[in-house]
């Protein structure tokens, strides 16, 4: 296999995600899930992924669909698209698997997926994410990784834009 293809195959479709997560739990393995836009990757987003897969035995991405991301981040937005985002998803070391969702939140997919371990980034309450009673009910962790500061795909956005505008000032 070529370096590619094995970045390939990290990206899943429902029904694969379904089995691989099968066969991982069958081999022992903690499954820690999150989910997000990861539009722009970032340093951020590379300490947060560190960090949740330092959680478990192996790390799934749910990743929003470009329809999704749009609804929830306007019209500009995703940045890059699905392919791109899959991809540099999945080429990153820490992540055992990516699958892209519909929804504008990951429910169903957590509901499905049943992961040991389920992690969002920021100031949410334990109980405040989403799919956390699926995953506690049935004796999971629910886990809230604080962010680092100055780093996310909106400020990148915004820098973007003002070093384009000809009349900004530095």
């Not at 899930?33 to 959680?55: E, I, K, M, V």
Request: net charge negative; charged share 20%; with cysteine.
């Amino acid at each position: 296999m070529s370096f590619f293809s094995d970045i390939e195959t990290k990206i899943q479709s429902n029904d694969q995600i379904t089995q691989t997560i099968a066969r991982w739990r069958a081999e022992g393995d903690t499954i820690v899930f999150t989910n997000g836009c990861f539009d722009l990757l970032h340093y951020g987003h590379l300490h947060y992924l560190a960090a949740a897969r330092n959680l478990g035995d192996r790390l799934v991405v749910g990743l929003n669909s470009a329809a999704s991301v749009q609804r929830l981040k306007g019209p500009s937005r995703p940045i890059n698209d699905e392919q791109t985002r899959t991809h540099l998803l999945a080429a990153l070391e820490m992540v055992d698997a990516v699958v892209v969702f519909e929804a504008d939140t990951p429910l169903e997919l957590i509901e499905r997926l049943q992961p040991d371990v389920l992690v969002k980034g920021g100031d949410w309450k334990p109980e405040q994410i989403v799919g956390s009673a699926a995953v506690l009910a049935r004796g999971g962790q629910v886990r809230s990784l604080p962010f680092v500061a100055g780093y996310s795909t909106t400020n990148i956005e915004q820098k973007i834009l003002l070093g384009a505008a000809p009349h900004q000032t530095k």
